[in-house]
């Protein structure tokens, strides 16, 4: 088992993760009948993008002793309707790292081999910015 999740009431979940420990708090979204109080079930799906693909960069990063750290991204997701379901999600890398061209290359392609980039559905429109500061 990956995680327990537990409805709180008043469209808000608790997971928890089992072999850390640690605690996911979810509530539905102001524009869908929500206290829009916590990131939303899609909000951590469009995180989890962007945490996936630093991810796999950093492994990339560390055997090539890049150092990534304080890098950030901006994630926006846009939702559609009818049904309603992420339709794009953009994500901002900023990176602030001296690197050659051909590091660069290799981290970005390495991001977008990240396992849920390669899960997420082909409809959903991911535009990946990678700014190099």
């Known amino acids: 088992m990956t995680s327990k999740i537990t409805y709180l009431g008043e469209l808000r979940t608790s997971s928890i993760h089992i072999q850390s ?6 509530d539905a979204p102001i524009d869908n009948n929500g206290k829009g109080a916590a990131f939303s079930p899609t909000d951590t ?10 991810t796999v960069m950093g492994i990339k990063a560390a055997e090539m002793n890049v150092n990534l750290s304080n890098a950030n991204a901006e994630i926006t997701k846009i939702m559609a309707a009818e049904p309603r379901r992420i ?13 050659d061209e051909k590091t660069k290359t290799i981290l970005e392609r390495t991001a977008m081999t990240c396992p849920v980039h390669y899960s997420l ?3 959903i429109k991911k535009v990946i910015t990678f700014n190099w500061k």
């Open 87 to 99: 339709s794009e999600i953009h994500i901002v890398f900023n990176i602030t790292v001296e690197a």
């Open 21 to 26: 420990g640690s605690e996911i708090i979810s």
């Open 121 to 123: 559905h082909p409809d």
């Open 45 to 54: 799906v469009a995180n989890g993008l962007g945490s996936c693909m630093f």
